[in-house]
């Protein structure tokens, strides 16, 4: 079955500055990629999504960049600020019927 | 549209008991997947429901089960608990089938 490794596990940025967090999937026919954010005592919330068909995709402050021949997708968040702190998870599944396989998620913490 | 709720946000129980809770999707979403979360093995999902069918099932026991009602709406079910249940439980709910899900805020559930 599916496998994803997301990397890293805890993500330090001063404000202002980018971060990147990266994961890696195993299935090549995973075709869908969202990405979500916790915070504390939430839900997670679903911030940006990919499909295979597509390199990259943005909104606004937020981009997923997707490989499929390396078999692996980021996420990009420019001009970090404090409310940005939370704990990230991305994820892949077939489109339709089948369940997300989720990374281990990342913790960012953006220093003010 | 009203997100998708979950009831009751907050439960403890003792080793040996049975709970049940339950799931309200997004209005007009057929589709309801639960998954377990711990510190420890992060987001795993458990199964799926759609149309008040089980349409996939995770890696779990046989004391974890599930439904789903003619209006959509889920309830998971944990008989004979476990201190390792000890878990944030979400429901998450989809509409036609892209596989785009959208979480609740979940049941914190604490086996004493």
């Known amino acids: 079955g599916e496998n994803v490794e997301q990397h890293p596990s805890t993500l330090s940025v001063q404000e202002g500055d980018s971060a990147v967090i990266k994961c890696t999937y195993s299935?090549?026919?995973?075709?869908?990629f969202p990405w979500y954010k916790q915070e504390l005592g939430k839900g997670p919330q679903l911030i940006i999504d990919?499909?295979?068909?597509?390199g990259e995709k943005k909104d606004q402050r937020i981009a997923v960049t997707l490989n499929k021949t390396a078999k692996h997708f980021s996420l990009h968040i420019t001009e970090t600020q404090p409310e940005d702190s939370a704990v990230y998870f991305c994820?892949?599944?077939?489109?339709?019927?089948?369940?997300?396989?989720f990374g281990k998620g990342t913790r960012l913490s953006v220093i003010a | 549209k009203a997100g998708v709720t979950q009831t009751p946000r907050y439960l403890i129980k003792t080793r040996g008991q049975q709970v049940t809770l339950s799931c309200s999707p997004i209005s007009g979403h057929r589709s309801v997947s639960w998954y377990q979360q711990t510190p420890g093995q992060g987001l795993q999902f458990l199964f799926e429901y759609f149309s008040e069918t089980q349409r996939n099932k995770g890696n779990f026991p046989g004391r974890f089960s599930g439904r789903q009602f003619s209006n959509s709406r889920s309830e998971m079910n944990v008989s004979t608990l476990e201190l390792g249940d000890s878990a944030l439980y979400l429901c998450a709910s989809s509409g036609v089938g892209d596989g785009t899900q959208y979480f609740g805020p979940g049941t914190r559930l604490l086996v004493l």
């Open positions: 994820a892949a599944s077939k489109t339709g019927n089948t369940p997300l396989v």
């Open positions: 990919i499909r295979s068909n597509v």
């Open positions: 299935d090549s026919a995973s075709n869908y």
